[in-house]
């Protein structure tokens, strides 16, 4: 699937809510960056907050661009060629094809302890 994190990782199996939240299928690096990056953003709105300056959510958006381009990221126009929604699809359809191979494969804790039993009973 992809996916570098779940809900109920690392043992537990995926399911159809995993599949469509962008976040886990980040590495353990880009996750990083990440956090430090929104909590920066959050740390300066703070700072803005504190010295009451009013902002819109249109003075916002053009801040965070600001703030995303000093960083160092590149700041992506327009809506894209796959909508949110394509994109969702895609994983979901992705996901039905996998869960088949993964609940032939799947050891559940129950079955963990049958085979520790079958184990000591040799």
Known sequence: MGLST????????????????AKNYL???EMSYMERIVSLYLDYAELQAE?????????WAKRLDGF???NGN??????GKISAEQAKLHA??????????QDRLF??????????LEEREK
Request: glycine share 4%; no cysteine.
């Open 6 to 21: 779940w809900e109920a990782a690392p043992n537990g199996k995926i399911v159809k809510a995993d599949v469509s939240i």
């Open 27 to 29: 590495n353990d690096k």
């Open 51 to 59: 010295r009451h300056i009013p902002m819109s959510m249109e003075d």
């Open 68 to 70: 995303l381009e000093f």
């Open 74 to 79: 590149e700041i992506l126009t327009g809506t």
């Open 92 to 101: 979901e359809t992705e996901f039905e094809k996998y869960r088949i191979v």
């Open 107 to 116: 050891m559940s804790d129950y079955d963990k302890f049958l085979m520790e």
